[in-house]
């Protein structure tokens, strides 16, 4: 028995478990699951054909992480400003800062430090990149400041958040970016972002104006008639930018990505009115299965339609016609 026991390994000291509990909150409190919105840097790479050209992937996968640094920072700066009112939300109490896991200097400290290396590393890709980062981070101070406290401002100010990583994502691998690539962009944000709105006052109920004081400016029969707009431009300018745009000349058979379009946007509004999600996009993309093949059915049928167009420089084919 003393053998045995010998040969467990020794605890960890009890400042080892308390720096390991604080590492975890900071890592938590800058919310990794998000990263999926960082995603929206990639467009640009795939709808300009280039996405097996090595170079603009690395380019883009580089671009996209630095998104994810200042991303970081910027919930930490959100969490640390909203700690008192997420301290009366239901689930955001169990946040690292309003919970008290993480101590509010050290979550400072790694703002600045986060938003400090994703600045700088950005102006090593290129100026614009750089200059889209830096405008990314004065949109959040705004955002946490004043945008939020001015109804409609809120949910388009988080809106403009993804035309920024849209077209960063065109800058940092210096492409040009359709109009209606950002219009799509737009007109998706503010559908996820007003359904956020609806379910966050679903769920707190009369508590919500506590939580977000913005939301008592806002009602379900105006969320729902504002979700219901925007979802109908969405598709019209996602159907007239796969139909009758400079790329869908380029590619003639691009109206064929239009139902799967369709079926996600229904799925999605499904999901908020019926099942009760919306509160948080990116939990609702890494839990429902049907959404995640719609949009992987969706990213393979454009890899496959450009390559089969074969006008793409470095599509698909392209690639594996020369890589044999």
């Known amino acids: 028995m003393e053998t045995k026991a010998s040969s467990l390994p020794e605890p960890l000291p009890k400042t080892d478990r308390s720096l390991k509990r604080t590492l ?4 938590e409190a800058t919310r990794p699951k998000q990263a999926t919105k960082n995603l929206f840097v990639f467009a640009a790479l795939v709808f300009a054909g280039d996405l097996f050209k090595p170079s603009l992937f690395l380019r883009a996968l580089l671009a996209f992480l630095i998104f994810c640094i200042t991303t970081g920072g910027v919930y930490l700066w959100n969490d640390i400003f909203d700690a008192e009112r997420d301290r009366l939300h239901p689930q955001k109490r169990h946040r690292p800062i309003a ?11 790694a703002v600045f430090l986060l938003e400090a290396a994703g600045s700088i590393a950005a102006f090593f890709i290129n100026l614009r990149f750089g ?6 981070i004065v949109l959040q101070v705004a955002y946490g400041l004043i945008l939020k406290q001015i109804v409609l401002l ?34 998706l944000a503010l559908f996820l972002g007003f359904g956020k709105r609806r379910q966050e006052i679903v769920t ?5 104006g506590k939580h977000r004081p913005i939301l008592e400016e806002y009602s379900l029969p105006l969320l729902d008639q504002l979700i219901g707009l925007v979802v109908a431009m969405t598709l019209i300018s996602y159907s007239v930018y796969a139909v009758e745009s400079p790329s869908a000349r380029s590619h003639p058979h691009l109206w064929a990505t239009v139902p799967i379009v369709l079926y996600g946007l229904f799925r999605y509004l499904y999901l908020v009115y019926r099942k009760g999600w919306g509160g948080a996009p990116d939990e609702v993309l890494l839990q429902d299965r ?5 949009i992987l059915l969706w990213f393979l049928l454009v890899l496959v339609l450009f390559a089969l167009d074969g006008h793409t420089k470095g599509g698909l084919l392209g690639y594996l016609i020369l890589h044999k």
Request: proline share 8%.
């Open 99 to 109: 919970s008290g896991a993480l101590p509010v200097p050290l979550a400072w400290t």
């Open 290 to 294: 049907p959404l995640q093949i719609t």
């Open 204 to 208: 707190l109920g009369p508590d919500a």
């Open 24 to 27: 975890c909150a900071l890592l």
């Open 131 to 136: 200059i889209t980062i830096v405008a990314y």
């Open 154 to 187: 809120d949910v388009f100010a988080l809106a403009a958040g993804f035309l920024l990583r849209t077209a960063g994502g065109g800058f940092a691998i210096q492409v040009g970016i359709s109009p209606w690539l950002l219009l799509c962009t737009l007109e």
